[in-house]
């Protein structure tokens, strides 16, 4: 089978979970013997200056192309003009691409920068294509479903929040520029000390590029100006546009039933229906490492709590460490040992004795933190569509607690292998808190629980990339059996995907 992914493109032009599945599963499905390529948005040229697809390297051996001049790369940050993200490119360029490259099927990753016409090519030359949702970029413009005032947007079509939420955001020409100037590091990404000479350092380019993570910071007075000037309307057209793609898709797969139930939610609330199924996320560093530390409740008699990933509200990060402080004059027998960027952190107003900070992480530290580890806890407050790091943790037979708004609570057997916690579940993050310090025995019986889960392997992406064939055969079956305005392909003469340059 001939497999594209589309997705946002290596490190340093992309990064995080979604990056680590797609270029995971795609390597898998070569290794089974799978031809497969990749497509990402590419760099913006001069205005004006026409829209092709190119080659751009190769990722692991894997042929990677490139559509450039593609619409604005979000970064997480909001869409500040609507009208840029909905541009309208040429159909014929991208049934010809197709045409060329013949895949059998398209899955995408992430509606970033993606083309519709992309799609409506798809559906001229009779390809399926499915979409896993790793974000709600295309219902939110933030991607996470988090308001301005740090609360859950439970109403997407209200544009007049999401004017709000989007204000701050950056201009499209500063998204093309952080582009371009990305694609200048993934090019002296060999050369580390001319890449500091030509940036000035570290800082120069987190004023370039940004912080990912970055939160609202919107009080009453800065609201009630901006509605001054009611832009809703357009926020209204975006979310029909993106709404039109959604529709185009297969199938769309979900991480978890939290991703399932918020697009199921979504297409009711706009009186449609579609394809939704559930495969649970993985990547190929997931081993079954649950025998390979010696684990321990407790730590010189203190609980060893590990909170990974970004310090914000968003996250509930803050919360955390509000909870602990109140706690702290009925248990001291915990150490929370914080690992993730700290740099906008003033780490000087936190005790030291119960609060450290470890700062950036990888793959290849996590023997040492899951060895000094009781229990990883995840009290994000917006909807997580998965969490690696709680897949992470799970596989080196770490108890996980976590907020029910987090997708990887399909996973965890309640009060058997964690505790899940919030607002879906019968208690709070305190008394979770209370239940560890007070008996954190407990935590053993969670650890020999999941020491004894017989289904672990269907963790593992030697199984997942099964799943997601399944996926992809009923898909390509649907459209054997004939959809309505489909048209057959005829294909040129056979090429190499690589001969696009």
């Given at each position: 089978m001939r497999i594209l992914h589309y997705f946002l493109g290596p490190q340093p032009l992309h990064g995080g979970g979604?990056?680590?599945?797609?270029?995971?599963?795609?390597?898998?499905?070569?290794?089974?013997?799978h031809e497969v390529f990749l497509l990402m948005p590419g760099y913006h040229g001069f205005p004006g200056s026409r829209t092709r697809v190119a080659f751009f390297d190769h990722l692991d051996g894997l042929p990677v192309h490139q559509i450039v001049n593609p619409n604005p790369v979000s970064i997480g940050l909001g869409i500040r003009e609507p009208r840029a993200f909905m541009c309208e490119f040429n159909k014929k360029l991208f049934v010809d691409y197709l045409s060329l490259a013949r895949p059998d099927i398209i899955h995408v990753h992430s509606l970033i920068g993606l083309p519709k016409e992309l799609l409506v090519a798809a559906k001229v030359v009779n390809i399926p294509v499915v979409f896993t949702a790793h974000d709600y970029f295309g219902i939110c413009p933030t991607v996470n479903l988090w308001r301005y005032d740090n609360k859950i947007c439970n109403n997407p079509l209200d544009f007049r929040t999401c004017q709000v939420c989007n204000e701050r955001a950056p201009r499209a020409s500063y998204l093309k520029l952080v582009r371009n100037w990305a694609y200048v590091k993934y090019g002296l990404r060999r050369t580390p000390k001319i890449l500091k000479a030509l940036?000035?350092?570290?800082?120069?380019?987190?004023?370039?590029?940004?912080?990912?993570?970055?939160?609202?910071?919107?009080?009453?007075?800065?609201?009630n100006e901006m509605v001054k000037c009611d832009h809703s309307g357009h926020y209204a057209i975006l979310s029909d546009y993106y709404f039109s793609i959604l529709k185009m898709f297969d199938t769309i797969i979900c991480g978890s039933s939290v991703s399932l139930e918020t697009y199921e939610s979504y297409f009711a609330m706009r009186k449609e229906k579609a394809n939704i199924t559930v495969v649970p996320l993985t990547h190929m560093e997931i081993r079954d490492n649950r025998t390979r530390i010696d684990y321990r409740p407790l730590f010189d008699g203190r609980v060893h709590f590990a909170y990974m990933g970004y310090l914000n509200n968003i996250k509930g990060f803050f919360r955390l460490i509000e909870t602990f402080e109140n706690l702290k004059a009925l248990y001291d027998n915990w150490q929370l040992h914080i690992y993730g960027d700290y740099s906008g952190i003033n780490t000087s107003v936190y005790d030291r004795e119960h609060y450290f900070f470890h700062g950036k992480y990888s793959y290849k530290d996590l023997d040492g933190i899951f060895s000094n580890s009781s229990t990883l806890i995840v009290p994000s407050d917006c909807r997580e569509t998965y969490s690696f790091v709680a897949l992470e943790a799970f596989s080196y037979g770490i108890p996980v607690l976590l907020s029910s708004t987090v997708g990887f609570k399909d996973r965890i057997v309640n009060k058997k292998t964690g505790i899940v916690f919030g607002r879906d579940s019968e208690c709070d993050l305190r008394d979770v808190l209370i239940r560890v310090l007070s008996e954190p025995q407990t935590l053993v019986k969670f650890h020999e629980n999941i020491l004894a889960d017989k289904e672990f392997d269907d963790l593992l992406m030697s199984k997942h990339w099964g799943k997601m064939q399944q996926v992809y055969q009923e898909a390509l079956e649907s459209i054997t059996n004939g959809k309505e305005g489909m048209v057959a392909c005829v294909y040129p003469s056979p090429k190499s995907s690589t001969e696009l340059s």
């Open positions: 979604l990056l680590k599945y797609a270029h995971d599963l795609a390597v898998e499905q070569r290794n089974q013997g940036t000035g350092g570290a800082k120069f380019a987190r004023q370039i590029l940004g912080r990912s993570g970055k939160e609202h910071s919107t009080n009453a007075d800065i609201v």
